[in-house]
């Protein structure tokens, strides 16, 4: 069990998935939850009503909106980045477009959110960004862009680790493998080629993904910073 009562805690992009698992975990071990949502108001608002947490309409693409509903959250204790999107395919036919918006959600709003975040952070705060295993390895064709836009995360956390450090705040990615949402149904088509990576050949349930990140959030973690905790059933091994 984690106990975040009286802990000001917003996590961007918590309607859907694991994000919504996070929502759920955090307010149940007592949190004063916020998050966002992009195009989902109704499973937003659900969830919101389900544990108590506060749904927020704000587009991680928007830079202004970012910073906005950071600033709007007033002293955070902990911020979850966990809004993502997935382009897959052959880079000759991706439409730049979309990746390009890819690039804005998965790389510029993390990075635009922990920094507003830290102007009015409590000290022992902590930063939390949802990357991926792809970010160390990208085993098949297609997830160029994608891999990138998780690597990415890996560099950010070590230097905000170094920024933030003087107040206790950690800055930590948490890297999953598979994990069953709607972005990667575990009985979806790529299941058995993905399987053959693992060690522990299934997806991932998304409260196994929360569980890490309410240990990294929990003061037990406080000497845990600037890291990449791969959580992949082997993928990576
Ligand atoms: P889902 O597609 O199931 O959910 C994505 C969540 O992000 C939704 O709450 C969605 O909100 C939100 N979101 C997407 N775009 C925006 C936006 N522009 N502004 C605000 N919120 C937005 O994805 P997952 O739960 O599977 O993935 C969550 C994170 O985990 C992502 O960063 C993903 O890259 C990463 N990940 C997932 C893996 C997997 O196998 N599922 C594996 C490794 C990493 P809305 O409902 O409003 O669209």
Redesign the pocket.
């Known amino acids: 069990m984690t106990d975040f009562t009286d802990k000001n805690i917003l996590v961007?992009?918590?309607?859907?998935?694991?994000?919504?698992a996070i929502v759920e975990r955090f307010a149940k071990d007592g949190g004063d939850v916020a998050f966002?949502?992009?195009?989902?108001p109704e499973?937003?608002n659900l969830l919101a009503s389900k544990t108590g947490s506060t749904a927020l309409q704000?587009?991680?693409?928007q830079r202004d909106q970012v910073v906005q509903i950071v600033q709007q959250r007033g002293k955070l204790d902990c911020i979850i980045v966990?809004?993502?999107?997935?382009e897959m395919g052959d880079p000759l036919d991706l439409d730049p477009d979309a990746i390009d918006h890819m690039i804005d959600?998965?790389i510029r709003a993390p990075y635009h959110a922990f920094v507003e975040a830290a102007r009015n952070m409590n000290d022992n705060g902590r930063m939390i960004v949802?990357?991926?295993?792809?970010a160390e390895r990208m085993p098949f064709a297609g997830g160029a862009a994608y891999a990138m836009t998780?690597s990415a995360m890996q560099g950010m956390v070590r230097g905000l680790a170094r920024d933030f450090g003087d107040r206790g705040i950690t800055a930590n990615a948490i890297q999953?493998?598979?994990?069953d949402?709607?972005?990667?149904p575990a009985d979806g088509p790529m299941k058995d080629m993905m399987h053959g990576f693992m060690a522990i050949k299934r997806?991932a349930r998304?409260d196994e993904v929360a569980g890490m990140a309410a240990y990294l959030a929990s003061e037990e973690a406080a000497i845990v910073t600037g890291a990449c905790h791969t959580i992949d059933g082997g993928f990576n091994a």
Not at 130 to 134: H, K, V
Not at 176 to 179: I, K
Not at 181 to 184: G, K, L, V, Y
């Open positions: 961007m992009g918590g309607s859907r998935g694991i994000g919504a966002t949502y992009a195009s989902s499973p937003a704000s587009d991680s693409a966990n809004a993502g999107v997935l959600i998965n949802i990357g991926s295993c792809n998780k999953p493998g598979p994990v949402t709607e972005m990667n997806h998304v």
